[in-house]
Every structure is written in structure tokens, then in C-alpha cells.
T-cell receptor, first 114, second 112 residues
């Protein structure tokens, strides 16, 4: 059972560089989301998707793009990295459209922007 | 919008001590409530949940009761172990789409 797989685990970027954080799930979950985790801030929702071809913004979407071409994959793109984007990023998925559906998380990507 | 407030941490306890981590929520209606745990270097894992008022979620000796009158979902454990050392997050479900709102997390350290 792979669950939610994130790559890479660690990444260092220079300001202005671009990169894509990968996320894949093998549970046939309709709903996928990206969170960032910062000290003292908990987890904040960046973008989410309710199914292939459908995405929407969360609480802190600026500087990030997403797309959902398949049910399995939900990549997060940083077009021009900034030091403020230094964080730990988590991808998550869930199976239902009810508020009681728990999230399944990947192990995270630790990103440092210098 | 919805919000979740957790007690400030970190919390340091000796093994076998009693644990309480407070969590209160503000929401329209009565969302499902969750506790997640994050061990070092890992993602969050669901610890327990409650979907309606007076529900009690429990797992691995942890418990939390959904109190509508106080809008609270405090996490408790009667006797903590060193292996319980982790970060604990309280979360409230939105109307749909897996959009949980999380508290800021509480770091728990248990010493032998």
C-alpha cells in the first residue's frame, strides 16, 4: 500500500528558480490538496482539487500553481521561488465529499529557498 | 470561516503522566472534528475523530469528546509513554472537499 507519495523529500532552490513538487495517490481518492507547514502556523491549505480537471484556491495560494489531469496525480508548481516559500509541504487525499472524510497525508517535501 | 485554536505548547511530561491538549473550534454549523499526530520526519496520521455532538473518538489510549456546548474537542490520555512524543494537530472539517482547518499544533515530549 503506497498511499500518498511525495517527491522529492528535500529540495534547495535559489530565489527565482522554478520547480514542481510531485504528489501521487493510489487509493482512487477524488479529493486532493496541498498544505504548507510552518512553525507556529500549523498547516495552511494552498490549493485543492475535487476531481480530475477541477482545482481551486485555498488559504495561501499566491506563488503556487496546480493542475489535476488524472485522479492519481496532483503536482504543485512554484514558478519563481521566494524565501517566504521555505516550508514543509504536504500533499493529502481523501475519499469522500463529506466533512467527516479523514485526510491521508504524504511524508512531506522540505523546501529551502535561499 | 472556520477556525481551530489549540493550546500553546510545547508540553513536556514524564512517562505515565496524564495528558490534556485543549482544542476549541469556531464554525458555521457543527463540523466533524479530528486529531492528527505527526511523528518526526513523517506526515500527519489520523489519530481519532468525532462526527457529531457528544461523540467520543478513541484510539491507542487517546480520547476526545465533541462538546457542542463549549465548542471543544480536548485530547486526553491517562498515561503517556515515551513513544507518544510527537506533534498533535486538532482539525475541523469544512462543508466538503477534504478541506480541514488545522490548529497550530502542540509539540508533546515525554521523558522516561
Amino acid at each position: 500500500n503506497a498511499g500518498v507519495t511525495q517527491t522529492p523529500k528535500f529540495q534547495v532552490l535559489k530565489t527565482g528558480q522554478s520547480m514542481t513538487l510531485q504528489c501521487a495517490q493510489d487509493m482512487n481518492h477524488e479529493y486532493m490538496s496541498w498544505y504548507r507547514q510552518d512553525p507556529g502556523m500549523g498547516l495552511r491549505l494552498i490549493h485543492y482539487s475535487v476531481g480530475a480537471g477541477i482545482t481551486d484556491q485555498g488559504e495561501v495560494p499566491n506563488g503556487y500553481n496546480v493542475s489535476r489531469s488524472t485522479t492519481e496525480d496532483f503536482p504543485l508548481r512554484l514558478l519563481s521561488a521566494a524565501p517566504s516559500q521555505t516550508s514543509v509541504y504536504f500533499c493529502a487525499s481523501s475519499y469522500g465529499d463529506r466533512g467527516d472524510s479523514p485526510l491521508h497525508f504524504g511524508n512531506g517535501t522540505r523546501l529551502t529557498v535561499t | 470561516g472556520n477556525s481551530v485554536t489549540q493550546m500553546e505548547g510545547p508540553v513536556t511530561l514524564s512517562e505515565e503522566a496524564f495528558l490534556t491538549i485543549n482544542c476549541t473550534y469556531t464554525a458555521t454549523g457543527y463540523p466533524s472534528l479530528f486529531w492528527y499526530v505527526q511523528y518526526p520526519g513523517e506526515g500527519l496520521q489520523l489519530l481519532l475523530k468525532a462526527t457529531k455532538a457528544d461523540d467520543k473518538g478513541s484510539n491507542k489510549g487517546f480520547e476526545a469528546t465533541y462538546r457542542k456546548e463549549t465548542t471543544s474537542f480536548h485530547l486526553e490520555k491517562g498515561s503517556v509513554q515515551v513513544s507518544d512524543s510527537a506533534v498533535y494537530f486538532c482539525g475541523g472539517g469544512g462543508t466538503s472537499y477534504g478541506k480541514l482547518t488545522f490548529g497550530q499544533g502542540t509539540i508533546l515530549t515525554v521523558h522516561p
